[in-house]
Structures are given as C-alpha cells and as structure tokens.
C-alpha cells in the first residue's frame, strides 16, 4: 500500500523557495552555535533549533503549502517525544551520552534542544519521499547516518557503552532510524486530517515504536550476533 502527501491546490513546487530557505538559516545558525565555547554553545543550538521550527510552520502557512504545514506540525510533536528513547538509551540502556555544552537539559541527561532537534531531519525525509513509507525509510536512514557520523565531531551526542560502532556510528541505531521514518510517514497518512489529540497520540506512538525498533535492533546486532559468533 502507497501514501502520499495530499498536494490539492498546490503545484509540487509551489512556495519551496521559502521552506529551503527556512533550511538554509538552519545550517548557517546551527554553524554559529556550534562554534560557540560552552555554555553559550549549548544556549546557542536550543534558540537555532526552536527558530527552525517555528519558521518552519510560518513559512508553510504564509506560502499556502497546507500540506506541508500538517506534516511539520504532526513531526514538531513526534520531536518533543523522541526525548523519551533517547532518555532510555542515555540513562538505561547505557548507549549513548549527551555532553553538556549548556543550557537546560532534561534530568541532567539530555539537552532540552533534542525536543526540537529530531524535526528537520524527519521533515526531510518524508517531505522529500512524497510521503511513501518505505521511501521515507530509505532517506531517513540516509539522513540520520550523516547525522550520527557527525554529532560526535560536533559535540552533540556520541555512543558510549559495549555497543559495535562503524566510523564511530552505533550500528543498531541506523535500522531503527530508517524504520522511524517508515513510522513517521505512516502515521501522518493516517492521522494528518484528524483530531489534534488522535495526532498527538499518533506522534506518541511513533516515538514508542521507534525505542521498541532501538532496543530490537540493539539486542540483534549487540547481543545476538555476538552470542551466534562467539
């Protein structure tokens, strides 16, 4: 079965220019605040990513793209619950840390900026896959291993703990963030013209699938494999 995002009214590239735009600011101000020292660092990258979003949902109004307004509306509420598996992974599961560069974190564990942080690359992935779950799998996959090559080099997060690593990248993390973009895109098919609170409960439910994919994929490719080989 195929999805894709309803564009009525709307050429496919109509009013792009602003939304690229939103993207290109993003990587300019992430580069500023990045190249702060601590904890201006850490202050810097929760204002660029909180900016982002909500230029994002302003130009998508402004320019009329509906459909793209829905989609990044329904991801800014998938972003504010991924905290909870990377909270899991951090002070559970013991795979991954968040160094502190400043700025409020959640516990003491995890910035207040990841909240925000997972949109762009999940608005991304399935804005460019036209909404098609097994596309969105494939680019966000893409997405998020460029993200996780560079996160440690720019302080923002880094695997820790027994876990294999390929290039410094968690490899059980990279199936688990292809099948969140599957998730995403499924569930904005499904939810996109539906209450807010079905849409809330939607965006829950992705970010639980996603820590059920993480804790799988950790148990297959760290525990598993290593007790078949060994």
């Known amino acids: 079965m195929t999805t894709t995002i309803p564009t009525t ?3 496919s590239r109509q009013g792009l220019g602003p939304v690229v735009g939103v993207h290109v600011g993003l990587f300019a101000g992430g580069a500023v605040a990045l190249s702060l ?10 204002v660029c990513v909180v900016a982002y979003t909500v230029a994002l949902l302003w130009v998508c109004r402004a320019t009329g793209r509906s459909d793209l307004l ?19 992974l951090a002070d559970v599961v013991g795979t991954l840390r968040f160094p502190d560069t400043g700025g ?28 098609r779950p097994g596309r969105a799998a494939l ?10 090559l560079l996160a440690p080099a720019l ?3 880094e695997p820790v703990g027994d876990t294999h690593r390929v290039l410094g990248v968690a490899v059980y993390v990279v199936p688990a963030e292809a099948a969140l973009g599957w998730a995403a895109a499924t569930a904005f098919a499904l939810v996109r ?26 148990f297959v490719v760290d525990v598993a494999v290593w007790r078949l080989t060994a």
């Open 193 to 218: 013209d539906r209450s807010l609170l079905a849409r809330v409960g939607a965006a829950l439910a992705v970010s639980t699938f996603y820590l059920g994919a993480l804790v799988l994929s950790h």
């Open 37 to 46: 020292d601590p904890p201006a660092q850490g202050w810097g990258v929760l």
């Open 155 to 157: 302080g923002l997060w």
């Open 139 to 148: 680019l966000a996959g893409l997405v998020f291993l460029g993200a996780e």
């Open 104 to 131: 409020p974190r959640v516990d003491d564990v995890i910035p207040l900026a990841m909240a925000a942080m997972w949109l762009a690359p999940l608005f991304v992935a399935v804005a460019l896959s036209g909404g």
């Open 9 to 11: 009214g709307h050429t």
């Open 70 to 88: 829905a989609l990044a509306g329904f991801l800014a509420i998938v972003s504010v619950f991924q905290v909870l598996p990377d909270w899991v």
